[in-house]
């Protein structure tokens, strides 16, 4: 039988229910699942949302649409805006969701973009962006996650969502592949650094999920049909199973794993096109 949200609030991970979860950019895709998986797993949770004007429109309807999925689990949930490559956002937003939530516990950086672009034509500017939201803005969040706390001395669990493409090379999205290579260093290094302070930082890597975003491929069979027949188990992932092994990291079941990025790739990581032998015998 299916488990439905109800039980899952229920029978969910150990050590989740009660605690506060920051979700960044959480309107939409992987983010959204892991906001609402988290909250029917019985955590609190501030859902981040970009502040800009030209995206108010949609990116409101996103968190409304977020949020009311959350609600029908009766936890506590709030929205917090702010662009995360900016820091006086990123102070700002962390001030606004602990004082409406009373702490955090669990940080998510899962905000992130990428720039399709041959790498000759890639200009600075457009490269200075992804890398500025998906490895200064992790780094900003976690260091106020890790500033908070430090403060009240209880530890805490980062958790950054980077991608199969900190390990296989992504031609025409370079920002982006570096992007996810410095996010593992700074997965790492953290990690290090603040085990001593029980503050666990890990990374999930998803493989090809079914998004919103990735509709132009997903929509399209012969592109998807080209897409999966790369992952040995011949599909492309779902939003929610990437929000469930998040949770797992952040629970008491995942509580002596720290510095590891763990890959839901349905094994593309395995270096799928090896599947048969490249031997002359």
Same mark, same amino acid.
């Given at each position: 039988?299916? /488990?439905?949200?109800?039980?899952r609030a229920t029978d969910g991970m150990r050590g989740l229910k009660g605690k506060n979860v920051l979700v960044t950019g959480g309107t939409s895709g992987i983010g959204q699942a892991i906001a609402v998986r988290f909250a029917e797993y019985g955590a609190n949770v501030a859902i981040n949302y970009l502040r800009m004007p030209d995206e108010a429109a949609g990116t409101q309807e996103k968190v409304h649409a977020c949020v009311n999925q959350v609600r029908q689990t009766g936890v506590r949930d709030v929205v917090v805006g702010g662009d995360v490559s900016r820091e006086d956002d990123v102070v700002a937003m962390f001030g606004d969701a602990i004082e409406k939530l009373g702490g955090i516990d669990v940080l998510i950086n899962n905000a992130g973009i990428q720039i399709s672009r041959p790498s000759h034509e890639l200009s600075a500017d457009d490269f200075d962006k !992804? $890398? *500025? /939201?998906? !490895?200064?803005g992790a780094f900003l969040c976690a260091r106020e996650a890790i500033r908070h706390f430090l403060d009240r001395d209880k530890g805490g669990s980062i958790i950054n969502i980077s991608s199969v493409h900190q390990r $296989?090379?992504?031609? *025409?999205y370079l920002g982006y592949s570096v992007s996810k290579g410095g996010m593992q260093n700074l997965t790492t290094t953290l990690a290090l650094e603040y085990a001593g302070n029980n503050i666990r930082v890990n990374a999930v890597g998803p493989g090809a999920t079914v998004t919103p975003i990735n509709r132009a491929w997903i929509d399209d069979p012969v592109k998807r049909e080209m897409v999966e027949a790369h992952i040995p188990l011949v599909r492309a992932g779902t939003s929610d199973e990437m929000a469930g092994v998040v949770c797992?990291?952040?629970s008491d079941d995942g509580a002596y794993i720290t510095g590891q990025t763990l890959f839901v790739d349905g094994g593309l990581t395995l270096y799928a096109d090896f599947r048969e032998p490249w031997s002359s015998e």
């Open positions: 039988m299916a /488990v439905t949200a109800p039980q !992804v $890398i *500025g /939201v998906n !490895v200064r $296989i090379p992504k031609p *025409g797992f990291l952040a």
